[in-house]
């Protein structure tokens, strides 16, 4: 599996981080939104887009960071 990251300014809440969980071929299998700030979690068991956009712009992420955070209620 491979995992990226990347941050978007969201006006007073801070940075909201979207995790995506793809497989070899870069096909998106998961993702998730997290705002450290405020401590919003929303989960995407099956996304609608299953193609990275703009994946030059993301940020690689670690398994443990994305299962981490996939796995808090």
């Known amino acids: 599996m491979l995992y990226f990251k990347c941050a ?3 006006p007073g ?3 909201a981080w979207t995790y995506y969980e793809c497989d070899d071929g870069k ?3 998961r993702q ?3 705002i450290p700030a405020t401590r919003e979690l929303t989960r995407v068991p099956d996304p609608i887009v299953k193609k990275l956009v703009r994946p ?3 940020l690689d992420a ?3 960071e994305f299962m981490g955070l996939w796995g808090t209620s």
Do not use: I, P
Request: proline share 0%; no cysteine.
């Open 8 to 10: 978007q300014f969201v």
């Open 13 to 15: 809440k801070g940075d």
């Open 27 to 29: 096909k998106v299998l």
């Open 32 to 34: 998730l939104t997290h």
């Open 56 to 58: 030059e712009l993301l």
């Open 62 to 64: 670690s398994a443990e």
